[in-house]
């Protein structure tokens, strides 16, 4: 990225308070920690903190330029004052976007957006260079850097947009202006803030806002309110799942200890696919990647043989063998339908010994906090799963649902390892999984040393 002050504080609607307007910008940052030659920083304040306070730490490690909600001069250095930070940070994004006309694939969803995220572009990575949203940088500031991020070389752009209250997603879709979109699921993630899962997929869906005749909107067509879609003629829409009416389907599925095969119908082809995962929903994610990639121009071989290179992201259903057990590492966060999604892959593994889920708390539910606990209890016992740890206050309601004699309830992640050595044996398979703020990767760092 190069733009020039004078460019900035055009698209930003700001003020230059001092310094030059020739200077050039390559890259944008909220962490002062990670300025260097050519940044600028973007100070925003947070709950605890106001970064304002860092502008000039940020000069002396070489920043080129800062944003800023205050009036403040610092000689040569050039500093543009704006209403808010954010909002400027995300104007300038979606001016540097408009300066490109490649394919852009949004993604959206309760769950699953960063997986779809990565096999999406590693489908398409068999024909362009793809710029990809890296970790989770899905927020009202990392989608805005991540569009920023977009450079000459790049030929598919593949974003992943998240949401947790209402008007966000307009927002962020003002910036990324998608071609093309996709929607992994409708569940109950921010409910606390959206109230229903209709207001869910009414805010998601302002990811099509910017999608024209040409584009298309991919959703999971298993889902009760995404299917629903195809009947209001707003935009093409094509769906993906297990279903008899997807357009583009999954069938004759097979979990090896190495991944899943199924078969894949979509416009006429009848492939077989080998996605390196399990769980229906990863099977959902190779579909997706498959049509998206074929509607794009990947041939269908590059396309598979890219899906099947694929690698689960860190922390996210990542299996790991120890020297005598199995452990299933989903510990970087939670919902209803992740934490579902889990519980069927924990089921389904091929391993001789016990089965044990270790569920944390799920954050952010809201009213509906106690009853998806304990939705997700019986799921986890109509699923034969063997033993039930639960961690944290209303993980007592995951007990509760499980209803077992072997489970168990603790308040920290401590009490929990300690009992889990006593009744792990060769061959088990424990699957770990809560909310970011539980800090479940302590247990798999315990289980894994």
């Known amino acids: 990225m190069k733009l020039k002050i ?3 504080v055009k698209a930003s609607q700001g003020k230059l308070l001092c310094g030059d307007e020739n200077t050039t910008v390559t890259a944008f940052s909220t962490d002062s920690r990670n300025v260097k030659k050519g940044t600028m920083f973007v100070p925003i304040k947070g709950e605890n903190i106001d970064s304002h306070i860092y502008i ?3 000069f002396e490690n070489g920043a080129a330029a800062s944003f800023t909600e205050e009036m403040t001069t610092l000689g040569d250095n050039p500093v543009v004052l704006v209403d808010d930070n954010r909002l400027a940070l995300q104007k300038t994004a979606a001016y540097y976007r408009s ?20 096999m999406v572009a590693q489908a398409l990575s068999a024909k362009f260079n793809v710029l990809k949203t890296a970790k989770n940088q899905n927020s009202q500031v990392g989608v805005p850097v991540t569009v920023c991020g977009i450079k000459k070389e790049h030929e598919v752009a593949v974003v992943e947009m998240g949401i947790s209250m209402p008007g966000e997603m307009a927002r962020i879709a003002a910036v990324v202006k998608p071609n093309f979109a996709i929607v992994t699921n409708i569940g109950v993630s921010h409910i606390e803030y959206l109230k229903s899962r209709e207001n869910i997929m009414a805010e998601k869906l302002h990811i099509a806002d910017y999608i024209k005749s040409n584009g298309i909107l991919f959703v999971n067509g298993d889902d009760d309110l995404l299917e629903t879609l195809q009947k209001n003629g707003k935009h093409k829409v094509v769906t993906f799942g297990v279903g008899a009416n997807c357009d583009c389907r999954a069938g004759e599925f097979n979990e090896t200890e190495k991944g899943t095969f199924f078969s894949c119908s979509f416009k006429g082809e009848n492939v077989q696919i080998f996605v390196p995962a399990f769980g229906v929903h990863n099977i959902r994610n190779a ?10 121009g990947v041939d269908s071989e590059g396309a598979i043989r890219a899906i099947g290179a694929y690698k689960t ?6 299996i790991i063998k120890t020297d005598d057990i199995w452990v299933i590492d989903d510990s970087y966060n939670a919902s209803p ?35 998806e606990h304990f939705s997700i209890g019986e799921f986890a016992a109509e699923n034969k799963i063997d033993y039930l740890v639960g961690i944290g206050e209303l993980s007592k309601f995951i007990v509760d649902g499980f209803n077992g004699k ?9 009490e929990a390892v300690a009992y889990l050595k006593e009744v792990l044996q060769a061959g088990d398979t424990v699957l770990v999984k809560g909310s970011r703020g539980m800090k479940t990767d302590e247990i798999v760092s315990a289980l894994t040393k």
């Open 6 to 8: 004078s460019e900035i």
């Open 56 to 58: 000039d730490s940020v």
């Open 99 to 118: 300066q490109f006309n490649i394919p852009v694939i949004g993604i959206t969803g309760s769950a699953g957006k960063t997986s779809t995220k990565e």
């Open 287 to 296: 579909l997706v990647s498959f049509a998206v990639a074929r509607t794009l």
């Open 313 to 318: 992201p860190s922390r996210r259903q990542e």
């Open 337 to 371: 339908d992740s934490m579902r999604g889990a519980v069927e892959i924990l089921a389904n593994h091929k391993a001789e010994g016990k089965k044990i889920a270790v569920l944390a708390d799920m954050l952010e539910l809201g009213d509906t906090a106690e009853k």
């Open 406 to 414: 072997n489970s168990r309830h603790f308040n920290g992640n401590s």
